[in-house]
Every structure is written in structure tokens, then in C-alpha cells.
């Protein structure tokens, strides 16, 4: 089945610094790439998504590069504000077998210092 | 946000005991998913469902089960509770299998 790796598990960065994520899948299948944000104490929610026919998607300061190739996806986080700081989470769902299974990666823990 | 809630939303009980977590959804979405979500492990899929009773295995299923007999309702059923079932559940829901999950609020568990 589909298995999720992301690293690192916790992140530091200072204020206005770049902060990158990266993500490996194991199942070719799999054609949709989305990351999450959870703040404490709060329910995960969708902060960009990537589909297979795309190798780029920018919004604002966060943008996600995928490389079906080499079965890996990154986000990236530019001119990091406090508010950045949270768990973040990246998935990826695709169909094997006619059902799709939508599994997580264990999230990146990231601090932004002031 | 979308419509979805989870039931209870705090529960503590104690091992052996059989306990059934509700996700209701106001969205007409076809998935419906339960995670369960621990320090170190992140958002590990227990069951999830593509239609009215049509369910399907996660990465965690044992000692779970689940059943949809309407749209709008997923249940998640511990038949006896276990001390290592102790965690915070989600429920989410998402009109396609590749698309945006919304989450309910979750709901802890403790088993003693």
C-alpha cells in the first residue's frame, strides 16, 4: 500500500527565512499531493494541493514542487512569518485497484523565531 | 466550515469496553475517512468510505470497525477498547478521492 515519508520532523527557522518540507511516496498510482496546516489544538486544513500533470503551483508565499520520477514532493514556505508556525502535513491519495486510500505523511513541526 | 461534526468530542472509558465514535455531515460527500492522530505518527487512516456501505481498510484497522448505512453518517466502533487506542480521532470528509479533505474538531479518547 501507499506509504508517506516527510522530513524533517521539526523545523526551526528565523523570521524571513525560507523553510522547506519534503515528502516521498511509494505508490506510482498515486496522481494527488496536498498539504496541510495544523495549529495547536486546531483540525487540519488545506493550504495547497498539487495534481500529477503539474510540476509546480505557486500561491503567494507557499509553493509545492513534485517530481514523479523520483516519487517526491516539497513545500515551500518564503519570508516566514510567526503565523507559519504549526504542524504541517503532506498526503497523497491516488487509486489502486479502483479505491483510493488518502494517507499522511508524520508532519513537520515548524518554529519560526522572532 | 463545512458541515461536519463529531461525536462525542471527549470520552474517557475504561479497557474492555466497546465504544462507537459518530462523524455527521451536512455536505452530501461521498468519502467519508476516520484517522487517528498521535505525537510521532501524525494523520494514520484507520477505515475510510466511498459510498453508502461501501467501506475499505486503512493503515491502522485492527480493533476498529466501521459502518455507513446513510450519506450523511460514518461510524467508528471500538469493539473493546484498548489502553494503545488512546488518541485523538478525525473524521473528514471530501466529495472526491482527490481533493480537499475537510475535518471535523476531533475527538479525544482516553482508554484507562
Redesign the interface.
Known amino acids: ?1 501507499e506509504n508517506v515519508e ?1 522530513h524533517p ?1 521539526t523545523l526551526s527557522v528565523q523570521e524571513g527565512d525560507s523553510a522547506v518540507i519534503k515528502c516521498t511516496y511509494s505508490d506510482s498510482a498515486s ?2 499531493f ?1 498539504w ?1 496546516k495544523q495549529e495547536l489544538g486546531k ?4 493550504i495547497i ?1 498539487i ?1 500529477s500533470n503539474v510540476g509546480e503551483k505557486k500561491d503567494q508565499r507557499i509553493a509545492v514542487t513534485l517530481n514523479k520520477t523520483a516519487k517526491h514532493f516539497s513545500l515551500h514556505i518564503t519570508e516566514t512569518q510567526p503565523e507559519d508556525s504549526a504542524v504541517y ?1 503532506c498526503a497523497a ?3 489502486t485497484s479502483g ?9 513537520t513541526r515548524l518554529k519560526v523565531l522572532a | 466550515d463545512a458541515g461536519i461534526t463529531q461525536s462525542p468530542r471527549h470520552k474517557v472509558t475504561e479497557t474492555g469496553t466497546p465504544v462507537t465514535l459518530r462523524c455527521h455531515q451536512t455536505e452530501n460527500h461521498r ?1 467519508m ?1 476516520w ?1 487517528r492522530q498521535d505525537p ?6 484507520i477505515h ?1 468510505s ?1 459510498g453508502v456501505k461501501d467501506t ?1 481498510k ?2 491502522v484497522s485492527d480493533g476498529y470497525s466501521v459502518s455507513r448505512s446513510k450519506t450523511e453518517d460514518f461510524l467508528l466502533t471500538l469493539e473493546s477498547a484498548t489502553s494503545s487506542q488512546t488518541s485523538v480521532y ?1 473524521c ?1 470528509i ?1 466529495p472526491g ?5 475537510f ?4 475527538s479525544r479518547l482516553t482508554v484507562l
Open positions: 500500500g516527510q520532523s496522481n494527488y496536498p496541510y483540525r487540519p486544513q488545506l494541493d495534481r502535513f491519495s491516488g487509486s479505491t483510493y486510500k488518502y494517507i499522511f505523511g508524520t508532519g | 468519502y475517512y484517522y510521532g505518527h501524525g494523520l494514520r487512516l475510510y466511498y475499505d486503512g493503515e478525525f473528514a471530501s478521492p482527490t481533493g480537499e479533505l475535518f471535523g474538531e476531533g
